[in-house]
Every structure is written in structure tokens, then in C-alpha cells.
């Protein structure tokens, strides 16, 4: 297949999709930067590969069916795997930081929210 026998309208969503994915994989790049602790800066990655890779991959898979002239499940497999890994990921980064930072006695460490009492 060749890019002339790409559906004017298939381009044209292919296109917003991968610039929408790549748009919030780079918010997440520039939170990651930007952010002052690393308990901040743990939940900007987690928009880029949450949020970004739906876009890029649901791109590369309406491209992929298009041109395959059949369904193509792959990227969809790889959107799920991602999607459950990365918040598993986040919470044990977490976690271990904390572990280490109240060993540590750092100032760094979150306050813990009480809960609301209910009247």
C-alpha cells in the first residue's frame, strides 16, 4: 500500500491522533521536568503513556487495518499491557520513595490526609 491509496479521511485522523499522543507524551516529558519533589514528578509520566500512547496507537492501528484491508489487534494488546503496567509501576516508585524517605527522616515526605469527619 502506498500513502495514495490512504483514505483522505484515514489521513486525516491518523494524523490528529499521532499529534494528540505526541502532544501529551510531551506535557508529560515537560511535568517530569518541571515539577519541584519527586512525589510530584511521579504523575506526569503516567499521562504520557496513559494518554499518549492511545493516541499513537490507535493510529498506528487504523493505519495498519487500513492497509491490511483486516482488523490488526496488535496495537490494541500493546495499549492494554502498557495501561496496566505503568499505574503498578507508579504505585511501587511510590511506595519504595516513601519507604526510604521516613527511614531517612527526609522533609520530603507527604503529609498524611486525615480523613473528613462526617457530621
Known amino acids: 500500500m502506498t500513502f495514495e491509496d490512504i483514505p483522505l479521511w484515514a489521513a486525516i485522523l491518523v494524523g490528529f491522533l499521532v499529534v494528540f499522543g505526541s502532544f501529551l507524551a510531551l506535557v ?34 487504523i493505519l495498519s487495518t487500513i ?6 489487534a496488535h496495537e490494541f494488546l500493546i495499549f492494554v499491557f502498557v495501561n496496566v503496567t505503568t499505574p503498578v509501576t507508579l504505585m511501587l516508585l511510590a511506595r519504595a ?23
Do not use: C, N, W
Not at 34 to 49: D, E, K, V
Not at 67 to 72: C, H, L, N, S
Open 67 to 72: 492497509g491490511e484491508d483486516r482488523f490488526i
Open 97 to 119: 520513595a516513601l519507604h526510604r524517605d521516613r527511614v531517612e527522616g527526609s522533609s520530603e515526605v507527604p503529609a498524611v490526609m486525615e480523613k473528613p469527619v462526617d457530621q
Open 28 to 61: 508529560g516529558a515537560i511535568g517530569m521536568a518541571r515539577m519541584p519533589s519527586f512525589y510530584q514528578r511521579i504523575h506526569a509520566p503516567t499521562l504520557g503513556t496513559s494518554f499518549g500512547a492511545i493516541g499513537v496507537l490507535a493510529a498506528s492501528a
